[in-house]
């Protein structure tokens, strides 16, 4: 295991090394960084800008949702929406609204500022660095929303919605102030929303600026000022904290664990960890041999060594698993996590007699974890007959290759943008789901379909999550693609140096962070 390690982390290193075109930045005027000034770092640019659905992430703290997620049990929360009533067996939702709460314009929100975001999301379906922004996804059956009073929403809806809740939460109801939404479905200049920190400047591809909102509702920001640069490569995000020329990292893939547990030694940072969104799985092209045969991909499933991976290239940094709902979700169902290399090898011989057959494998070429895991898979499915070549490629290059289906394998992820797991389900395993076809899955279920049209109407709440429980149950016996393991999110930062900075689900306690 000691030598896998090892292994993996000079893998990781050259990988990086080679990357250092991407990670190498322009600093920050120096009036941007003073000295009063926390500097951090993700690996990408987490403020996008106006042709972005959402123009940055919500771990920045500049918009709120409507519903949040409570972070220890992932069911919806209260935010900007206080309080709420089902009515109607779900056909009407009504929200009361916080009061005295204030943009950062100055401009109060009230429930006509929450029905013109709702008109304005349903201009086109945006696309995002995060996730995809559409209200028909978000609010499906929506037929409208209007203002009661200041405070209240009222919502109505074709049909029953018993989950409402869910699809709203974090990215399905972010509200922003009107004078920064344009009349295209865009942003006209920054951001404006409620939260506890506002954009000050922000340029494209280098760094993003927060301020604390000096009237925020709530409790405060503790910092004054938070830089967040966009450093792509991980060796250079980890040279930037050993100069301390950045004070911790944030966001997905924040820090690889070989790199994380390198940095732990130096008794000036800290890591922090938590549960996350994430699920990281092997996609598989179901619209061409070998893998449209459902006995090949669970030959797949149960050749892998889950507990090897996640022990040897994640550090114990991540859960392995067969299902492909994020562990974050309320509806999530756990799944014994197999396997059994003689019934591996027996259905794949099943499937290809005594014949090899060459398969491509991508990956993306600037995920060194995922190559360095691509190497072990690989040799792993020799035993099946099957000779993998690797393909690294470019982000863009790779969702191509993919849509095409120019592939055999490939290795994604997903997150959990809501609650609501009729997102992912909908996504991955209703042959019109656009994962199913972005990916080439080329799945269908009669079953898995019957039940995701009932899901749309079914108002009891214990027989939808009967009907969730079906549905995961089913993907994990056929394996439409097949889940490796849940990621932890890992922050690393320095201890010495600040304080309050600890992982979330997704991101970290920005608000709570300062100076020590």
């Given at each position: 295991?000691?030598?896998?390690?090892?292994?993996?982390?000079?893998?990781?290193?050259?990988?990086?090394?080679?990357?250092?075109?991407?990670?190498?930045?322009?600093?920050?005027?120096?009036?941007?960084?003073?000295?009063?000034?926390?500097?951090?770092?993700?690996?990408?640019?987490?403020?996008?800008?106006?042709?972005?659905?959402?123009?940055?992430?919500?771990?920045?703290?500049?918009?709120?949702?409507?519903?949040?997620?409570?972070?220890?049990?992932g069911a919806p929360a209260p935010c900007l929406a206080a309080s709420w009533e089902m009515l109607d067996e779900g056909r009407v939702w009504v929200f009361h609204l916080r009061p005295r709460v204030r943009f950062h314009d100055g401009t109060p929100l009230t429930a006509q500022v929450v029905v013109a975001n709702l008109d304005w999301m349903a201009k086109e379906p945006r696309s995002t660095a995060f996730y995809s922004r559409s209200r028909k996804n978000y609010y499906p059956n929506l037929v409208r929303a209007e203002a009661v009073d200041d405070l209240t929403v009222r919502m109505t809806f074709s049909q029953p919605n018993i989950?409402?809740?869910?699809?709203?939460?974090?990215?399905?109801?972010?509200?922003?102030?009107?004078?920064?939404?344009?009349?295209?479905?865009?942003?006209?200049?920054?951001?404006?929303?409620?939260?506890?920190f506002r954009i000050i400047e922000n340029v494209k591809d280098?760094?993003?600026?927060?301020?604390?909102?000096?009237?925020?509702?709530?409790?405060?920001?503790?910092?004054?000022?938070?830089?967040?640069?966009?450093?792509?490569?991980?060796?250079?995000?980890?040279?930037?904290?050993?100069?301390e020329e950045i004070m911790g990292v944030l966001d997905l893939n924040a820090m690889p664990p070989v790199?994380?547990?390198?940095?732990?030694?130096?008794?000036?940072?800290?890591?922090?960890?938590?549960?996350?969104?994430?699920?990281?799985?092997?996609?598989?092209?179901?619209?061409?041999?070998?893998?449209?045969?459902?006995?090949?991909?669970?030959?797949?499933?149960?050749?892998?060594?889950?507990r090897l991976l996640v022990a040897a290239l994640y550090l114990g940094y991540a859960t392995p698993t067969v299902n492909?709902?994020?562990?974050?979700?309320?509806?999530?169902?756990?799944?014994?996590?197999?396997?059994?290399?003689?019934?591996?090898?027996?259905?794949?011989?099943?499937?290809?007699?005594d014949e090899r057959r060459e398969i491509v494998y991508c990956v993306n070429g600037a995920d060194p974890i995922a190559k360095g895991e691509a190497e072990l898979i690989a040799y792993w499915l020799a035993d099946l007959g099957l000779d993998v070549r690797i393909a690294a490629l470019e982000s863009p290059m790779m969702t191509a290759v993919m849509r095409r289906g120019d592939y055999d394998i490939a290795r994604s992820q997903q997150g959990l943008p809501s609650g609501d797991p009729l997102y992912v389900f909908d996504g991955f395993f209703s042959p019109k789901g656009t994962r199913n076809r972005a990916l080439s899955l080329g799945y269908d279920n009669p079953e898995i379909d019957d039940l995701l049209i009932k899901l749309n109407t079914e108002p009891d709440e214990g027989k939808r999550r009967a009907m969730f429980d079906r549905i995961q149950a089913i993907s994990v016996e056929e394996q439409p693609l097949v889940p490796l393991y849940f990621d932890e999110n890992i922050v690393v930062y320095n201890a010495a140096r600040l304080t309050g900075y600890r992982a979330l689900r997704y991101g970290v306690s920005l608000a709570e962070v300062a100076w020590k």
């Open positions: 295991m000691r030598f896998l390690r090892v292994l993996f982390l000079l893998m990781l290193l050259a990988v990086t090394a080679g990357c250092g075109q991407g990670g190498e930045q322009r600093s920050p005027s120096a009036a941007a960084a003073d000295d009063d000034t926390i500097v951090l770092a993700a690996y990408r640019q987490l403020a996008p800008g106006e042709n972005d659905g959402y123009y940055c992430s919500k771990i920045l703290g500049v918009w709120e949702p409507l519903i949040t997620a409570d972070e220890e049990t989950n409402q809740l869910y699809n709203m939460m974090n990215f399905g109801s972010p509200i922003y102030a009107p004078s920064c939404l344009a009349d295209d479905g865009n942003f006209s200049g920054a951001a404006i929303g409620t939260g506890p280098q760094y993003v600026l927060l301020e604390r909102n000096e009237d925020y509702y709530g409790a405060k920001a503790r910092a004054h000022r938070i830089m967040v640069r966009s450093i792509p490569s991980p060796d250079v995000r980890f040279a930037a904290l050993k100069a790199l994380a547990d390198e940095l732990a030694q130096d008794e000036r940072f800290a890591v922090s960890t938590s549960r996350s969104i994430m699920v990281r799985y092997l996609a598989m092209n179901g619209t061409r041999p070998p893998f449209d045969d459902v006995r090949m991909r669970r030959a797949v499933s149960l050749l892998l060594d889950r492909l709902l994020s562990i974050s979700s309320p509806f999530y169902k756990e799944f014994p996590v197999e396997q059994d290399v003689a019934e591996a090898k027996r259905l794949a011989h099943e499937v290809l007699g």
